[in-house]
């Protein structure tokens, strides 16, 4: 187990194009740290610099006190799960798992006993271990990238999109597994994935990626509730949060919702900021019914899809054009047209500045 | 083919069978002269069924050669075809198998210029390039020695860029998973590369060993000593008769012995070969 320090990180491609704009981040031991965002935003990029498989252009990176950006990645005592598990298919399964042992001259009966204890915290059968990777399946393949992880007893686990070429049933099962041998074993990871359920279930702390740039570090529910910019606020949560371009009252406590609709801000509103525009945000499931008298927003229904235990209306207010999605739980029989009395908590308004995109604290 | 009727079934087993009695009937004109004495073999109609003298001319062509030789038998000469063979095939499998591994995993200035000085040499073989190959090797007092007969053959552009495309296959992670479990490249060339490439290193055997096997031009310049003449040599050195006919028996007899070791090769490494040149999945 180790911390891993990553301190102004930039990445130039010699091309020139700049993949890591300087990235900072401590990640404690035993932490699990999941980079998140859409493809091409660095976060494979940033995993590989710290495996030492891409160059550091600028920055350090240090793995327990160790600086580690000139070291071969055999000497960074890591481990890596690649996405489509990169197992050696002349190899065995059990060869797979010990080549890196072999490799560093331990005995033959010391990797015996660490494949064996790796197949078996797995459920590999000892039949298993003896063939090879094209004749398993897809998850049993991803057990054996794991396993070859394992048997390392690295200080840092790196997984590159490791379950992004399962089904999604199996993706549900494994991702469980990962989280249960990350807590079983207490190795620090680093989990990058481009999928927000997954990585709002596995990471103690997200990491959001976004060209380069980390838009925001946090817990998943310090993201889900204060996300720190318009992109987290639309990439955490699904369906993604109602945003609506809009001004602030003339005296900054209020906001105009639709036409004739205005809300309440929490804490006063921005005084300060009266009258300026601003993009007022709300997630699905916080559109809620009002119940008998109390105050509502006339939300019409335009589409209703059931999900069973959602019902997820998309409607607007009023005349206004912009479309929202409300997410009820349950099953509640809304049809095309029908008028619903919505209600919105003060708390779960988010605010965001339209020029920087950053949130705009109440 | 879909389509299921007995006409075009029986037309495309009479093609086939005629395409195969096309190939093999001159191997079986070569099979009988081989089992007959010199008296019949210069008697018309040649004869198309087999006679009695098969092992007496095997014999006699292994061991004794034709009359008015020298009397060498082609025992010695089958083996230098094999050794000759043998080193070229191995040769350029290894020296293919390296160069390849060069072009396609180390960034080298000038690297995409050794690759077209590669590909350069595909349009200069032996025999483009004979008289001033024939100087090297002679100066270098490689005359009539296995040598001579096999260096000059070794390097392959056609090989190399078998390989190359091979490599090319080769998922990058694969490699970065051997540089995380502390592989150098000389172990990621012997652990993973090479057992990867396994069924294409037996195809391209059997390729390169018929071809080192059937050279004509190059031992035929550079032998002048009969110790070290190839089997292939022989066999026009033995219709070389004078005054006299050829002494047809022995000739065939040798065609066949000739024949056998690139045959052998093809049979016990059919599987391999086929799966070495149709085989995609890495």
Redesign the interface.
């Known amino acids: 187990m180790a911390s891993v320090t990553l301190d102004n990180i930039r990445k130039t491609y010699p091309n020139g194009y700049q993949a890591i704009h300087g990235v900072d981040v401590d990640i404690r031991e035993g932490e699990f740290l999941v980079l998140v965002g859409p493809s091409g935003c660095g976060k494979s990029t940033l995993l590989r610099m710290i ?3 891409e160059g550091v252009t600028e920055g350090t990176i240090r793995i327990g006190e160790r600086e580690v950006n000139k070291l ?3 000497q960074r005592d ?3 799960v ?3 598990y ?6 065995s399964v059990y060869a797979n798992m010990a ?2 042992l072999k ?2 001259g331990l005995p033959k009966d010391e990797i015996d006993q660490r494949v064996n204890a790796a197949a078996e915290i797995l459920e590999l059968t000892e039949e298993q271990l003896t063939r090879k990777p094209r004749q398993l399946s897809g998850g049993q393949r991803q057990r054996v990238a794991m396993g ?1 992880a394992i048997v390392r007893e690295p200080s840092v686990f790196l997984f590159d999109e490791p379950l992004s070429n399962l089904d999604a049933k199996l993706r549900v099962q494994m991702r469980l597994e990962i989280k249960r041998l990350q807590e079983r074993l207490g190795i620090t990871s680093i989990y990058v994935t481009h999928d927000q359920v997954e990585a709002m279930t596995l990471g103690h702390r997200l990491m959001v990626l976004n060209g380069g740039v980390v838009e925001q570090l946090g817990t998943p529910i310090e993201l889900y509730e204060r996300p720190a910019s318009l992109f987290v606020a639309e990439f955490i949560g699904s369906p993604s949060m109602n945003l609506i371009p809009t001004k602030l009252g003339a005296d900054g406590k209020t906001i105009r919702i639709a036409d004739g609709i205005e809300l309440s801000l929490a804490n006063g509103g921005l005084a300060d900021q009266a009258g300026e525009e601003v993009v007022f945000g709300v997630r699905p499931e916080h559109l809620e019914l009002a119940s008998g008298d109390e105050a509502s927003l006339p939300l019409t229904a335009t589409l209703v899809e059931h999900l069973g235990a959602d019902t997820l209306i998309h409607g607007h207010f009023g005349d206004d054009r912009a479309d929202l999605t409300v997410r009820l739980s349950g099953t509640h029989l809304v049809a095309a047209g029908d008028v619903l009395p919505i209600r919105i908590t003060a708390d779960h308004m988010h605010l965001f500045n339209p020029n920087t995109e950053k949130r705009l604290a109440l | 083919m879909i389509e299921n009727r007995p006409f075009l079934k029986v037309l495309s087993h009479v093609i086939l069978i005629f395409g195969v009695l096309l190939v093999a009937f001159p191997i079986w004109v070569a099979f009988v002269a081989a089992t007959h004495d010199a008296g019949r073999m210069n008697i018309l109609p040649l004869p198309m069924w087999p006679g009695g003298h098969f092992l007496e001319n095997l014999d006699v062509a292994l061991n004794q050669g034709v009359w008015g030789g020298d009397g060498q038998g082609v025992a010695f000469m089958l083996f230098n075809s094999m050794i000759m063979a043998l080193v070229i095939a191995f040769g350029k499998i290894v020296i293919s198998l390296l160069s390849a591994f060069a072009i396609v995993y180390f960034r080298f200035p000038f690297r995409m210029f050794f690759f077209w000085m590669i590909f350069v040499t595909l349009m200069l073989p032996v025999e483009v390039r004979i008289l001033p190959t024939f100087e090297v090797v002679a100066n270098l007092g490689m005359l009539n020695s296995y040598w001579g007969l096999t260096v000059p053959l070794i390097a392959s552009a056609t090989a190399t860029f078998m390989f190359r495309q091979v490599f090319l296959t080769i998922p990058d992670e694969l490699l970065e998973a051997s540089r995380i479990d502390g592989a150098g490249p000389l172990r990621f060339f012997k652990d993973i590369l090479i057992p990867m490439s396994q069924t294409n290193i037996a195809a391209l055997f059997v390729i390169l060993f018929i071809y080192g096997w059937n050279q004509y031009l190059w031992p035929l310049l550079i032998t002048t000593d009969q110790d070290m003449y190839t089997i292939v040599i022989q066999i026009k050195r033995m219709l070389e008769a004078g005054e006299e006919a050829p002494q047809w028996h022995i000739v065939m007899m040798t065609t066949l012995l000739a024949m056998l070791p690139p045959v052998v090769v093809v049979v016990f490494m059919q599987k391999l070969f086929v799966k070495g040149l149709t085989e995609t999945e890495k």
Request: glycine letters at 8%; hydrophobic letters at 45%; charged letters at 10%.
């Open positions: 495996a030492g498989l071969e990645p055999s890591i481990a890596m690649f996405q489509n990169a197992l050696y298919p002349h190899m080549y890196g490799i560093q070859r």
